[in-house]
């Protein structure tokens, strides 16, 4: 792991990057486990596109996993819940979103997340200088706590990554519509239980999305 790290750590000197597994990740979530092999063999079964990322909130083979049962209770309090998968390519920072509960997240690549916390999100302005880069390995569970800024993960190698993603039921399900000239809040709610700012150079600007991330919009070298 440390050697990984320290890899990109030389790649990326502008972006703090350490493991999910340091002190420093304590704000943004917690380490719930490893050493899943029934959820493992079920995110192997889910293909990597070959371009670009692929997000499926609900997917049956990964909600049949017997460990969901199990989460759905602790983590959730037996709210329902949705397991599904993004899986990809992607680099680059482009937007970042909240949701107002936790987001599982599980790996069988490796991968980087990038986050930020609640509290340096300003009126739907986030500093891109404020994004910290977290690693995590392959086979380790974590918990992402509710309204911690994250987006889609950056790949650590050539072939891309699997990442689980488990949120409560209906999460990132189409709205009646979105606003991003609404005030408050609302003007970033773009999807159910979903809260998205964007960068100015980002396909997701395009899309309409609210446009409130400054600065420069950070890729993973790799």
Not at 4 to 31: H, K, Q, T
Not at 53 to 80: F, H, I, Q, T
Not at 135 to 149: K, N, Q, S
Request: hydrophobic residues 40%; glycine residues 10%.
């Amino acid at each position: 792991m440390s050697e990984i790290l320290d890899r990109l750590r030389e790649l990326n000197p502008g972006l703090p990057l350490c493991s999910v597994m340091d002190p420093a990740f304590a704000p943004y979530g917690r380490v719930l486990g490893g050493a899943a092999e029934e959820l493992a063999a079920a995110l192997e079964k889910t293909e990597i596109p070959e371009t670009g990322n692929a997000y499926v909130a609900s997917d049956p083979g990964l909600e049949a996993v017997g460990l969901m049962s199990r989460l759905r209770r602790k983590v959730y309090g037996e709210m329902d819940i949705q397991a599904g998968f993004c899986n990809g390519n992607g680099d680059t920072l482009n937007a970042m979103e909240y949701h107002r509960c936790s987001e599982l997240n599980f790996t069988t690549t490796g991968l980087v997340l990038l986050l930020a916390l609640p509290e340096q999100l300003k009126d739907g302005i986030l500093q891109s200088s404020e994004v910290h880069g977290f690693y995590l390995p392959a086979g380790i569970l974590i918990e992402i706590f509710p309204r911690v800024l994250h987006f889609a993960p950056c790949r650590i190698t050539e072939c891309g990554f699997r990442c689980l993603v488990v949120l409560e039921a209906g999460t990132n399900e189409a709205l009646d519509s979105a606003n991003p000239a609404a005030e408050g809040e609302e003007k970033m709610l773009w999807m159910r239980n979903k809260w998205m700012t964007c960068h100015p150079d980002s396909p997701q600007r395009e899309k309409g999305a609210f446009v409130g991330i400054r600065g420069e919009n950070l890729t993973l070298k790799i």
